[in-house]
């Protein structure tokens, strides 16, 4: 989403600004969605979902965190992995590692849709596709972000590109599979 001088409290993208309301909002920033243990950078990404809006990123937060706990996110996070799920599940939807940083040292990866068997996706259920998608965003949070960071010097990164291979994909066929 481009960033836009004309959406409300779009003076927050100055960063001294920004950390400074991460500061006053420490309390209202909840902790298992911090990136890379920095609240300023998290504000950010919420602000921007919300167009620079400060309730709207605010209230956002607040589902996110509340979410999380409805839906034990937390405990799904710390249940051993079953290696085999993981496995099929990564070649349904095949994603590369970062294989290169922008010159703003933001991480970049490929997913693959033209390589989906939509047959083979619909063997799964939408709890496991989701449950397969927040352990991609948690592994994006607490290991890209991070390595990122530490090749930045420090400076948080944290968003990445993903260059999506549509290939051959057809919204037709798909809707077909619906039917």
């Known amino acids: 989403m481009p960033e836009d001088p004309s959406q409300k409290d779009f003076h927050l993208q100055d960063p001294l600004i920004l950390s400074e309301l991460a500061k006053i909002l420490s309390d209202r920033i ?8 920095d ?4 504000l950010r990404r919420f602000l921007v979902a919300c167009s620079w809006n400060t309730e709207n990123a605010l209230v956002m937060m ?8 409805a839906h034990s996110i937390e405990y799904a996070l710390s249940t051993p ?7 099929e599940m990564r070649e349904l939807i095949p994603m590369s590692p970062v294989f290169a940083y922008t010159k703003e040292h ?13 047959d083979d ?12 998608h927040i352990l991609q965003l948690e592994f994006q949070r607490d290991v890209i972000f991070r390595e990122a960071t530490a090749y930045n ?5 944290d968003k990445m590109v993903l260059l999506i ?10 809707v077909e599979l619906r039917k």
């Open 121 to 132: 996706v619909l063997k799964y259920t939408a709890a496991e596709h989701v449950y397969l």
């Open 81 to 87: 992995l079953d290696r085999d799920f993981l496995r």
């Open 153 to 157: 010097d420090g400076n948080t990164i």
């Open 165 to 174: 291979d549509v290939e051959d994909v057809s919204m037709l066929k798909a």
């Open 39 to 42: 609240a300023a950078a998290t």
């Open 30 to 37: 909840p902790k298992d969605v911090l990136v890379a243990e």
């Open 62 to 69: 607040e589902h996110a965190a509340a979410y999380r706990t």
């Open 106 to 118: 933001i991480p970049v990866a490929i997913v693959r849709l033209s390589q989906c068997d939509p």
